[in-house]
């Protein structure tokens, strides 16, 4: 666009808010002036003041080049930031301005031209004002006028989007410059909007879905708007129909309309150019043929009308036919419109023909959030912000909407199968059920895990490798994988005599982190399970792609807990049975749960460590502890003074034999499910929501209720006393309950803070969890001997600064799986968070703790 | 950590000799320090008739623990001793018998200065051990001792008795009585067997061990039928050690987390492989791997993955044919591919040859860009180790994602199973196989594999094929069908 004026009156100058200015004028013909009468002082960069900067003399004229390596950078800088820049330079020859319009396609904004055409004198008798410039030759303002002029007609053609020629310094004088927004920034408006996935000619399934959102005859009664993604038609019945209702709908301002590939190239054939009749565009115009003259006039303006994207609801969200990475959002350039309707491709086609196109969702991090379609996926789900609604209508799928800022998915199922897909929309491969199989670059090397709780967690590459053995060797199949339990740090050491670990200082430690109440949670003797039931083999494929199981139950480490599938499934089935008989699918409205637990006996996982090495000092201990104390008594009874000795080895022998007690209480003999218990402690997540903020009275009212509504004896129930960290009273009682509840050979308690996910003052996550373990389990820890008094003071020199770190790290990382895993993010997505846990639990950290 | 020696007298040969002899008067009760603990020797009898010495050791199971702190799990050099839940406060080990060799040094020699004749000449010994760890049970035990003299009593201590079916632990209850040994020959037999028994010393092997070998054991040892296991066990840890220096301690954590033993995760390799200079493969490891170097040269590879290549031997082979201009090996074990490097010498290898070969960690679990646009692909022994339900997922990443024009696949054909006469009927090959195919079995999944990815496929015995039940290792070719295969399939 070129506007001339007549050379009289004001003229008001459009200049896009975002864009690079550059103002075109002799030496003396008022651009400087121009730029501080129309600009904020910092949007401008002027070559003299970099020639000032580089050389200290603004007039150096040897030291140009240097001066605008700086002028370039400077701009490039303040583009690449989404700032407006002005331009003050002569820039009277082409290679000047090249540079220049190079350096606003690099950042994707407009270059917009202001040409100062003033006359010969009046520019000689300015610079002649000036002390400065009182000796410029005149051939040189001569000079720069003709090539100004040798220029002016080019500038279009060059690549500046606007061109302002402003004739005479009357003209100058007078001219204003009026900020124009750009076309894509729509930030002004806040809808509410209904974001619609590619219809593809589906006109009834487009009626039914506006219906289902509330719209009648395209238009909300609650003033709602409709944004279109693109790729309305082709493939489908009606793309005629599909058209004429959302023309309609924009025209009244109903809905917005951002262009698809398929429109882009409809377009291109109604403007007579010439392509290929491929993937659904005969359909397209074989339907249209119907249409009149005047339809396919207005289909054409309707088209090229649309604009490549739009920022709406205050930068909080981005509309895009095929997405677009935050670099360019709100920016506009030839390859942005090409990105926004292609999507980023690599160059390389499928197995089916397809182009590979590169996953930019994956990297992608802006604080918009970017709604798009193009790429049909068999379920629409969030990634890192993004979410793709192209469900395949016209193949089968279903049509589906997002209600923004609700973030609410509303579909309708096409209804029938009205083009063949060149590819299947899932993949057959494990994972493929919600995006990709898993890679190995998701869990590779060194990694930086977000997580919304706690921020980048580091994952260093050898911790990373040896999960990888652990979980590509033994672990349980990643699709029933979604969650591994973070470690626990045990309470600060205990300075109680005869005590290595005390209540008292776990809750000293809620405290002083502003925990009022916790709940003390018995401490099983058994190990840890995770557990993931699913309602029936139905929901186990829809929701996690497998075929057979109905669940899984594993270790920490990720591992199945029982070698023998059938008893696997028996367990599922009686947690199934319970949690239908409490009402939980129903109450919860889930069809699967995820629940973490401490499945009993410890002997049943442990065996092989039980007797290899806690059964074996027992033995060994047993054996020669008699002939040992026989000994000493014979030699005192000789007279020889073996007094203390003695009295030490009975002491400990008795040690001895109390370690042994401590291990046999965990071990009992199981047949089948016979004898084997499991406590659920936590309901971790269900369909859509994860219950790990849910303040624990009531995760153990829903778990009380499966224990209750358990009619085989599997399930077992958590004893627990809530206690008033600032109460001496209440904090006496926890004590109490502790001791006697480990006087009687338990293991001990977990204190955790009543409102499950809190956090301290500062804002820092707190412990979830602080393990208290009783005097007598502590023995198969620290080891028979433990509690005599030479080796408690040595043993209370334990460090738990690490423990504690790598607790609430495991811990972020757990809820960020659980999050993901609620928020229906692909298998990957979940994996990367799980995978984390594991590797963190290979870090060198005292395994006693 | 404690035993008696016993010894029976007379009036004119009085058993309180046994006090000159030890060099430790038995009315008193005596303590020394060690680097360990603190030993005892006391009496709990002293008569004419009869004298029996007592040898203490209170082990500091805390010091033990805690002496190579920093390094790894808490720095002890043997793993049983990294937890302070260990057996060495109560059973007979070598630190019994480093214990025993101090405090009883002179005797052990032969030195007494008050009673040098008698120190020479035989007397009845009786040497109680209530808990000696013995790897290799009673049996060992009697075979270790009876040859030098000694009638043996040796029963085994049973784990737990609550826990009956349990079984027993790897301690006995020893008893030794001889009469014609000396007490010197008694202790430096006990000095030399207690470690050998146990087979998990405290501390490092060190060169000056081979010469307190020969000091102890020098003028029985080599009539000794067990000679060459005695010497083994009490000088071979120097492998054992240099595994545990090279185990991967972060897989010994996540089995610390998981209440596992270390062995059941770190054993990607196996532990009792050989030194090097040793090494004598399976002639059926060395059919497999010429029946694959067939395959590949028939398929024209240059270019070849060895997916779960393990300690390298597949590549090696390679290495020799320069048709095979590039080689990958690729493993999910850490330690099996550092074996590797160490086993083809890539460190030494001249710069063009180590250019033609890579190593480096993946797993088939996952899909992986790297694998792409190799020629071909060997899966030797791999899919056996993999959990069936997860079998889909390494079928998508091979056949899926990388996408060779070749896959080579050999797995043991469970049917030849029973002509293994040392195999148990039912058991499988290696514990770490997950399952083991019949012929039929590997054909249906390799054929609706190749269906799935359009490959075509072709299977060849490997070893001898047994009439009835086949060869021992099965292998199937898969060759990527070409486009036109494709279309004339669907035409």
């Known amino acids: 666009m070129t506007t001339t004026g007549t050379g009289v009156g004001a003229r008001a100058l459009p200049v896009t808010d975002l864009s690079l200015v550059v103002l075109i004028g002799a030496s003396g013909s008022g651009k400087s002036t121009f730029a501080r009468r129309h600009f904020k002082p910092t949007e401008v960069i002027s070559s003299d003041f970099c020639r000032g900067l580089v050389a200290d003399d603004e007039n150096d004229q040897s030291a140009s080049r240097d001066a605008f390596d700086v002028l370039h950078y400077i701009a490039g800088k303040r583009l690449a930031a989404g700032r407006r820049t002005v331009v003050d330079a002569t820039s009277v020859q082409p290679e000047a301005r090249r540079q220049l319009i190079e350096l606003a396609r690099k950042h994707d904004v407009l270059p917009i031209a202001i040409v100062l055409d003033v006359p010969e004198e009046v520019c000689a008798e300015r610079n002649a004002a000036r002390t400065d410039r009182a000796d410029m030759p005149r051939r040189v303002i001569q000079r720069h006028i003709r090539e100004l002029r040798r220029s002016l007609r080019h500038l279009e053609r060059e690549g500046f989007r606007k061109v302002h020629v402003l004739r005479g310094a009357e003209e100058v004088e007078h001219a204003t410059v009026v900020t124009e927004k750009r076309f894509n920034d729509l930030t002004h408006l806040t809808g509410p909007f209904d974001i619609i996935g590619d219809v593809h000619g589906c006109a009834s399934e487009l009626e039914a879905l506006l219906g289902k959102l509330g719209y009648a005859d395209g238009v909300h009664p609650e003033g709602r708007t409709a944004v279109f993604v693109g790729d309305l038609v082709d493939r489908g019945p009606d793309s005629p129909g599909v058209l004429r209702r959302v023309m309609a709908m924009v025209k009244s301002g109903n809905a917005l309309c951002v262009p698809g590939n398929h429109e882009n190239k409809y377009g291109r054939h109604l403007r007579g150019r010439k392509v290929q009749h491929t993937h659904g565009l005969a359909e397209t115009i074989e339907q249209m043929e119907g249409e009149s003259e005047e339809f396919r006039a207005e289909v054409r303006e309707f088209i090229d009308s649309l604009v490549s994207h739009y920022v709406l609801d205050g930068g909080r969200l981005v509309v895009c036919h095929a997405g677009l990475p935050e670099r360019y959002h709100g920016r506009t350039s030839g390859r942005i419109r090409s990105h926004a309707l292609y999507g980023d491709t690599t160059g390389e086609t499928d197995e089916f023909g397809l182009p590979v196109r590169y996953p930019w969702a994956e990297d992608y991090r802006g604080r918009a959030a970017v709604v798009y379609g193009h790429t049909p996926v068999p379920e629409a789900t969030w990634l890192n912000n993004t979410i793709c609604l192209d469900t395949g209508a016209v193949f089968g799928g279903k049509l589906t909407a997002l209600r923004w800022p609700e973030r609410e998915l509303v579909d309708v199922p096409a209804e029938r199968v009205w083009y063949e897909p060149a590819k299947p929309l899932r993949t057959e491969a494990p994972g493929g059920h919600d995006g990709r199989p898993l890679d190995l670059a998701d869990v590779h090397g060194r990694r930086v895990v977000e997580t919304r709780h706690a921020g980048r967690i580091t994952v260093r590459e050898e911790n990373a490798a040896a999960a990888l053995e652990v979980m590509s060797r033994f672990a349980t199949d990643p699709r029933l994988l979604p969650y591994l339990p973070p470690t626990m740090a045990p309470t600060a050491t205990s300075g109680v005599d005869g005590y290595l670990e005390h209540p008292k200082e776990a809750f000293a430690q809620y405290a002083a982190d502003g925990v009022a109440r916790v709940v003390c949670e018995e401490k099983h003797m058994g190990s840890r399970a995770v557990a993931l039931v699913c309602r029936d083999t139905g929901a186990a494929r829809a929701r996690f792609g497998v075929d057979g199981p109905t669940g899984s139950l594993y270790t920490r480490t990720g591992r199945p807990f029982l070698d023998d599938e059938s008893v696997t499934e028996e367990i599922l089935g009686r947690l199934r049975t319970a949690i239908g008989e409490a009402g939980l699918w129903d109450e919860l409205s889930t069809d699967w749960m995820l629940l973490d637990a401490e499945l009993m006996p410890w002997s049943l996982k442990a065996g092989g460590l039980l007797r290899s090495q806690y059964a074996a000092v027992g033995a060994a201990s047993g054996a020669v502890f008699p002939g040992a104390l026989a000994a000493l008594e014979g030699a005192a009874a000789r007279g020889v003074d073996v007094t203390e000795l003695l009295a030490r080895q009975r002491g400990r022998a008795a040690d001895a034999a109390a370690f042994t007690d401590a291990y046999r209480r965990y071990c009992w003999t199981t047949e089948g499910l016979d004898g084997v218990r499991l406590a659920p402690f936590q309901i971790l997540a269900v369909q859509g929501r994860s219950l790990a903020a849910l303040p624990h009275d009531e995760q153990l009212a829903l778990i009380d209720r499966l224990v209750e509504h358990d009619a085989g004896g599997l399930l077992q129930t958590t004893r627990r006393l809530y206690v008033d960290t600032g109460d001496p009273e209440s904090v006496r009682a926890g004590i109490d309950w502790w001791l006697e509840m480990t006087g009687r050979g338990g293991e001990g308690m977990v204190v955790k803070p009543a409102g499950a996910l809190v956090r301290d003052a500062k804002g820092r996550l707190v412990q979830p969890g602080i393990k208290c373990r009783g005097r007598e389990y502590l023995r198969i820890i620290y080891g028979p001997e433990y509690t005599r008094p030479d080796n408690l003071a040595r043993l209370r020199q334990r460090f738990l600064n690490h423990k504690r770190s790598l607790a609430i790290r495991e811990y972020a990382l757990g809820l960020e799986a659980l999050d993901r895993l609620a928020d229906g993010e692909p298998l990957w997505r979940v994996h990367e968070a799980v995978f984390g846990v594991l590797a963190l639990e290979s870090e060198p950290v005292d395994p006693r703790l | ?491």
């Not at chain 2, 720095?75 to 060799?101: C, K, T």
Request: aromatic residues 6%; negative net charge.
């Open chain 2, 1 to 491: 950590m404690f035993l008696t020696i016993t010894t029976t007298g007379t009036p004119e040969r009085p058993a309180t000799d046994l006090g000159f002899l030890l060099h430790k008067h038995p009315d008193r009760a005596q303590a020394f320090s060690t680097s360990f603990g603190t030993a005892h020797v006391l009496y709990p009898e002293a008569e004419e008739q009869r004298c029996t010495a007592a040898l203490l050791l209170e082990v500091d199971a805390v010091a033990l623990v805690r002496r190579g702190k920093g390094k790894g799990r808490g720095g002890a050099p043997d793993a049983a001793l990294a937890s302070y839940v260990n057996d060495r406060p109560y059973a007979a080990s070598s630190l019994l018998a480093v214990a025993l060799g101090n405090v009883f040094s002179s005797a052990m020699r032969g030195v007494c200065k008050a009673r040098p004749e008698r120190a020479a000449e035989p007397l009845p010994l009786r040497v109680e051990v209530p808990a000696l760890p013995a790897r290799g049970g009673p049996d060992l035990v009697r075979r270790l001792f009876e040859p030098l003299g000694w009638t043996v009593t040796a029963g085994a201590v049973p784990l737990d008795t609550e826990f009956p079916e349990w079984g027993e632990s790897r301690y006995v209850r020893l008893i030794l009585e001889a009469d014609t040994l000396t007490l010197s020959d008694a202790l430096r037999h006990l000095y030399v067997l207690l470690p050998v028994l146990d087979d998990a010393k405290h501390y490092w092997v060190s060169a000056d061990e081979v010469e307190k070998l020969m000091r102890a054991g020098g003028a029985w040892l080599h009539h000794h039928p067990e000679a060459k296991l005695i010497t083994n066990r009490y000088l071979s840890r120097r492998w054992s050690l240099t595994r545990q220096a090279m185990e991967r301690l972060e897989l010994v954590r996540l089995a610390e987390s998981d209440d596992s033993e270390v062995e059941e995760i770190d054993n990607a390799v196996a532990a009792e492989t050989a030194p090097e200079t040793e090494e004598r493969p399976a002639p059926l490891a060395v059919q497999r791997r010429e029946a694959i170097l067939a395959a590949l040269r028939e398929s024209a590879a240059a270019r070849v993955l060895d997916l779960g290549c393990g300690e390298g031997h597949l590549v090696r082979e390679m290495l020799k044919e320069p048709r095979f201009t590039e080689i990958a090996g690729v493993d999910v074990s850490v330690r099996a591919l550092t074996i590797a490097a160490r086993r083809l010498r890539l460190d030494r290898m001249a710069e063009r040859q180590a250019a033609r070969v890579s190593l480096f960690q993946g797993s088939l679990a996952y899909t992986d860009n790297r694998l792409k646009g190799y020629d071909a692909a060997v899966l030797s022994e791999v899919i056996e180790h993999i959990d069936l339900p997860r079998l889909p997922a390494l079928e998508y990443a091979v056949f899926g994602a990388a996408r060779p024009r070749t896959v080579v696949v050999t797995t043991p054909n469970v049917e030849y199973n029973v002509r293994w006469e040392s195999l148990p009927a039912g058991h499988v090959r290696h514990r770490d196989h997950r399952f083991e195919w019949t012929r039929e079995e590997f054909r249906t999944w390799a054929e609706a594999a190749a269906g799935r990815h359009g490959y075509g496929v072709e299977f060849r015995p490997v070893g001898p094929d047994d009439p009835q039940v086949g060869p021992p290792t099965q292998m199937a070719v898969f060759t990527l069908k070409t486009a036109g295969e494709k279309e004339a399939k669907a035409a």
